[in-house]
């Protein structure tokens, strides 16, 4: 799996918005951009996941860059809750092959008050 | 909403003795995982179950540990004899197989190694 590089800790204020940003030159063209999250004290839990366009849900948004070199993900909000480990993986989606996550440092995020 | 659960939350044992770890999977998913996370450290990968077999396995799964489906609804991750090192955050998650690959993971059963 390609190597992704991600800061090791960010902060943040609560209710405002959130660049949370991943390298990853050498990314293949049947790489995903998946990111997760861990929150203290409990299971990883999927945010976001992205081949080559932009991508929003309910939890955040994913802003591929033109040449998917790198990656942001987008809290437009942070609340306390948002306060974890971010961990941007990259995973080769194709039918059949549902494999495993290599989870790296990630990003520790806080979120103040 | 529905979840992976694990069962126990937190398990003693003394080094040398059989544990085994058990997760229900959500009911539909067809791909299953074990991850452990030491105090501290990063999520590894320990083995994948699907079929009713191994997928994939990292370096970490040797001999001393198995996995089994033992019915329809059981997940469970047995470490024959437990050694210190053992001694991390269990992780059961599961996939429905869709292409999102999205895994769902529960909350994890505490390992101690005495």
């Known amino acids: 799996d390609a190597k992704t590089t991600q800061p090791n800790s960010m902060e943040s204020n609560e209710e405002e918005p959130v660049h949370l940003p991943c390298n990853h030159s050498?990314?293949?063209?049947?790489?995903?951009i998946h990111w997760y999250r861990q929150l203290p004290s409990q299971g990883p839990e999927y945010v976001i996941h992205?081949?080559?366009s932009n991508v929003n849900n309910r939890m955040a948004s994913l802003a591929i860059a033109e040449d998917r070199k790198s990656s942001t993900l987008i809290l437009h909000r942070a609340t306390l809750r948002d306060a974890a480990v971010y961990y941007c993986?990259?995973?080769?989606?194709?039918?059949?092959?549902?494999?495993?996550?290599?989870f790296g440092k990630g990003t520790k995020l806080s979120v103040k008050p | 909403e529905p979840e992976v659960t694990q069962t126990p939350s937190h398990q003693v044992t003394q080094m040398g003795q059989e544990v085994i770890l058990r997760c229900v999977p959500i009911s539909n998913h067809l791909y299953f995982y074990w991850y452990r996370q030491i105090l501290g450290q990063k999520v590894e990968f320990l083995v994948s179950f699907y079929n009713n077999e191994i997928s994939e396995k990292s370096e970490i799964f040797d001999d001393q540990f198995s996995v089994e489906r033992p019915d329809g609804s059981n997940f469970t991750l047995k470490i024959r004899s437990t050694k210190l090192e053992d001694s991390a955050m269990y992780f059961c998650a599961s996939n429905s197989g869709s292409r999102v690959n999205e895994q769902f993971f529960g909350p994890g059963t505490r390992l101690t190694v005495l």
């Open positions: 050498t990314i293949s063209g049947t790489d995903y």
């Open positions: 992205g081949l080559t």
């Open positions: 993986i990259l995973r080769v989606n194709y039918g059949g092959s549902q494999g495993n996550l290599i």
